[in-house]
């Protein structure tokens, strides 16, 4: 099978637009993984490449297959000159690793947490995976491998994770659209939760 990253670029400049910046971190045991951003008006959009490279593989499974498997990279968009954003970068690369490096499979739906803030002075340390098929459209590739999806990432608050892990992802989502919560917003404040 061809090398998928090429792929993936073209696909991410096609919808959008050159890099304007790159930044490659490379963790013990795994792939090196690349976070482009992309500055779009008063927005700035990173994007990993190189989470698709393999496919994510069942943590029970005996071998991982080397084609078939869900494949992704990860898209997080927010507000440009109110946070220092581009320290995310780190952040985001470890995510794009985690599927390497422990084993799991990463879906829409699913809670993510880095442990400490996403940038400094960031009031989230998580991100909820979104739905793909928004901002970037899928990749298809050559069967029988399974398509590249673009997941955006949607910073939560500690508490809004917490809510989250209770009340379920679509739950938090409808929450946080009944208030109007900007979700590029680098410093926003948690969404009420009574």
Do not use: C
């Not at 993984?33 to 008006?41: D, M, S, T």
């Not at 507000?79 to 581009?86: L, P, S, Y």
């Not at 690793?97 to 998580?126: K, M, R, Y």
């Not at 739905?131 to 399974?146: I, K, N, R």
Request: charged share 25%; hydrophobic share 45%; proline share 10%.
């Amino acid at each position: 099978m061809a090398d998928v990253l090429p792929l993936v670029e073209a696909r991410l400049r096609t919808a959008l637009g050159e890099p304007d910046a790159r930044a490659a971190v490379t963790f013990l045991g795994t792939d090196r993984i690349e976070v482009l951003r992309f500055q779009e008006g008063d927005l700035v959009r990173y994007v990993t490449l190189g989470m698709s490279a393999q496919p994510m593989s069942d943590p029970t499974a005996m071998v991982a297959d080397p084609v078939k498997g869900p494949r992704a990279e990860l898209l997080l968009s927010v507000r440009a000159g109110i946070a220092d954003t581009d320290k995310a970068l780190r952040p985001l690369a470890v995510l794009a690793a985690s599927p390497q490096v422990e084993g799991v499979i990463i879906a829409p739906g699913a809670s993510l947490d880095v442990g400490e803030p996403l940038w400094p002075g960031a009031p989230f340390t998580s991100v909820l995976v979104a739905e793909p098929g928004g901002l970037v459209e899928d990749l298809e590739l050559d069967a029988p491998a399974d398509p590249v999806h673009f997941l955006p990432l949607l910073p939560m608050t500690p508490n809004e994770a917490a809510w989250k892990r209770v009340h379920g992802a679509q739950a938090l989502q409808e929450r946080w659209l009944t208030n109007g919560t900007d979700l590029r917003d680098p410093a926003r404040k948690s969404v009420p939760l009574d």
